[in-house]
């Protein structure tokens, strides 16, 4: 299975901070690689597939970028309601794997 | 609107069944892939089980292979997770989970819409 790590595990920012999440692959997985956002106790939502690509309706300070086996996630300017973990997710081949997931938190 | 949702979580005894469902509206069913995701409590997401849009190819977790069967009756809009041979480390929230494009494999897993999960506790 490909293994994805994620880091760092956590981080505290203040709002309007730029923050960059980084996910690595364990072999080349090419550009197929999805970002998630997940709220305390609601469903993971799609924010941002192929790497690069925005979601219908995701803000613009959702970006992300990357190839074969190093990913990054951005996010421009922080906001208060972007409290979350984010998970990157694989799908270059089956099983789909995520990371670990990054939590996210206002300082 | 897109809506799935799960049913059939339980608390169940250690090496007993259990099915899910999940039950779908807003979208032709039939032409996508659907997905089954877990998540133990305070963890992360993990994949369970994939089928295809007519449900002839299915793929499954090493973790679950041979205890679970992920199947799909396209008439009634619903997908379903059988569970065998439960161990404590199944317990889990287990979502359902849609692919993003038409597709006739699990070559694509994009997973643009979720339930909102259904818990399933499996202790003594």
């Known amino acids: 299975d490909i293994q994805m790590t994620q880091s760092p595990s956590s981080l505290s920012a203040s709002v309007g901070d730029r923050v960059t999440i980084t996910c690595q692959a364990s072999q080349d997985i090419t550009k197929f690689l999805n970002w998630y956002q997940q709220k305390p106790g609601k469903a993971p939502k799609l924010l941002i597939y192929?790497?690069?690509n925005l979601e219908t309706g995701v803000p613009s300070r959702f970006s992300g970028s990357g190839s074969g086996t190093d990913f990054t996630f951005t996010i421009s300017s922080l906001q208060p309601e972007d409290i979350a973990t984010y998970y990157c997710q694989q799908y270059d081949k089956l099983p789909v794997t995520f990371g670990p997931g990054t939590t996210v938190d206002i300082k | 609107d897109v809506q799935l949702l799960e049913s059939g979580g339980a608390l169940v005894l250690p090496g007993g069944s259990l099915r899910l469902s999940c039950g779908v509206s807003?979208?032709?069913?039939?032409?996508?892939?659907m997905s089954w995701v877990r998540q133990a409590p305070g963890k992360g997401l993990v994949w369970v089980s994939g089928?295809?849009?007519?449900?002839?190819?299915?793929y499954y977790a090493d973790s679950v292979k041979g205890r679970f069967t992920i199947s799909r009756d396209n008439s009634k809009n619903t997908l379903y997770l059988q569970m065998n041979g439960l161990r404590a480390e199944d317990t889990a929230v287990y979502y359902c989970?849609?692919?993003?494009?038409?597709?006739?494999?699990?070559?694509?897993?994009?997973?643009?819409?979720w339930g909102q999960g259904t818990l399933v506790i499996v202790s003594s």
């Open positions: 192929d790497t690069s």
């Open positions: 989970a849609k692919d993003k494009d038409k597709s006739y494999s699990l070559d694509f897993i994009r997973l643009d819409s």
């Open positions: 807003g979208f032709s069913f039939s032409s996508y892939a």
């Open positions: 089928v295809t849009s007519g449900g002839d190819t299915t």
